[in-house]
């Protein structure tokens, strides 16, 4: 079991900034390909962007060139840089390790609350 804990949610305006942080426990972190998901109220979870063992990145279309996720693999931390936030941005965010080495999983953080308005 992986427990996950996320911080740095907030209320920003249009085109303001935010930088999320997930906090995972485990031995074995560097081994985790590690995502961020949002849920905006009405609607599904979705994909956000992830992060490979390795260091690759992957973006949905909707924050390419705006988010920027990293991972700090001596402080167990993955990190989602937000930037130029729009109202539709707008989610409570969670952060999801979605495997371990070549082993898939679904662990979940509790989630952070991103608000993006004016």
């Known amino acids: 079991q992986v427990q996950l804990v996320e911080s740095g949610g907030g209320l920003v305006q249009p085109g303001g900034s935010l930088r999320l942080s997930c906090a995972a426990s485990?031995?074995?972190?560097?081994?985790?390909?590690m995502g961020w998901f949002r849920q905006a109220p009405g609607k599904q979870r979705e994909l956000v962007a992830f992060?490979?063992?390795?260091?690759?990145?992957t973006y949905v279309d909707s924050v390419k060139g705006r988010f920027t996720i990293s991972r700090d693999n001596a402080k167990n931390t993955v990190y989602l840089q937000m930037n130029s936030l729009k109202p539709e941005d707008t989610a409570v965010y969670y952060c999801?390790?979605?495997?371990?080495?070549?082993?898939?999983?679904?662990?979940w953080g509790q989630g952070t609350q991103v608000t993006v308005s004016s």
């Open positions: 485990g031995s074995r972190f560097s081994m985790y390909r």
């Open positions: 999801n390790v979605m495997r371990i080495g070549t082993e898939q999983v679904n662990y």
């Open positions: 992060i490979s063992s390795g260091g690759t990145t």
